[in-house]
């Protein structure tokens, strides 16, 4: 009988325990900042040569025939341009689409790998096993599930296609003139399989680098269900490791990529390794 009685007593008192606990926590992602990993979308967005690219109508601005004000628009755009996610089904035939995605896949522990140095010497560098093992040997081991994200240094001439691209022509002219740095394909298989990371991202307008002919690197990592995050920019505000990302993509029913707005909590005081 007795241990009826403490058992309610308990289960009676135990919603006070749980508010006093939450109460006397810190708040998620506390004493830190938030930065904006995303490029605005607007006429100076940059696109594949061969996409369409944003678009914003105007439908209604101003005054209302009964006195107050009112703003809508519409907007039309490629799924693959600006910042922007590509899921499984862009390079894999059968793999998820955007909704089928888990929303865990969107948001991880990131990790920063600066090759800017190298890039911005070498318009198709690819990055390869060796820089992320050099990498690793300055900071430890990339962690399952985190988030890789390559800093190539090329934000910087965002939105000028001819500096961003290696090119401002449209169409398979566009196509035949890119150039810009990329992940190696055998990286991307070092990753996937090596690490099980979530999703790579970085600063170009491809995982495949310029003058990629087969899309080696998205057909490695859409086989697998890593996520390819691209155009992003501001990486150089991420420290190595202590950085967690969010990219929340549209959900966009069968679509094969997505607009991304994806930001960075970077604690006040990251750990450094």
Request: glycine share 8%.
């Amino acid at each position: 009988m007795k241990t009826c009685f403490l058992c309610c007593l308990l289960i009676l008192l135990s919603p006070v325990f749980f508010r006093s606990a939450c109460c006397a926590e810190t708040p998620p992602f506390a004493n830190g900042c938030w930065i904006d990993l995303t490029q605005e979308y607007s006429s100076e967005t940059i696109y594949w040569p061969t996409a369409s690219g944003f678009v914003l109508e105007k439908e209604f601005c101003g005054a209302t025939p009964k006195g107050y004000f009112y703003a809508a628009n519409r907007y039309g755009a490629s799924e693959h341009g600006g910042t922007h996610l590509d899921a499984p089904i862009h390079f894999a035939e059968g793999r998820k689409t955007i909704e089928q995605l888990p929303l865990d896949q969107f948001m991880g522990a990131a990790v920063v790998v600066d090759v800017s140095s190298k890039a911005l010497k070498d318009p198709d560098y690819r990055i390869d096993v060796a820089d992320l093992k050099a990498w690793e040997s300055a900071h430890g081991r990339i962690p399952s599930g985190a988030i890789v994200l390559l800093r190539t240094g090329y934000a910087r001439y965002w939105p000028d296609a001819k500096k961003y691209l290696g090119t401002a022509k449209k169409g398979q002219a566009g196509v035949d003139n890119l150039h810009f740095p990329g992940l190696h394909p055998d990286a991307a298989q070092w990753l996937v399989f090596e690490r099980a990371i979530k999703a790579v991202g970085l600063d170009t307008a491809s995982i495949d680098y310029g003058q990629s002919k087969l899309f080696e690197t998205h057909r490695v990592l859409c086989a697998h269900d890593v996520l390819a995050l691209e155009n992003l920019t501001a990486l150089d505000r991420l420290p190595p490791t202590g950085a967690y990302v969010i990219a929340l993509p549209m959900k966009i029913k069968s679509g094969s990529g997505s607009p991304l707005r994806m930001i960075a909590w970077v604690p006040a005081n990251p750990m450094k390794r």
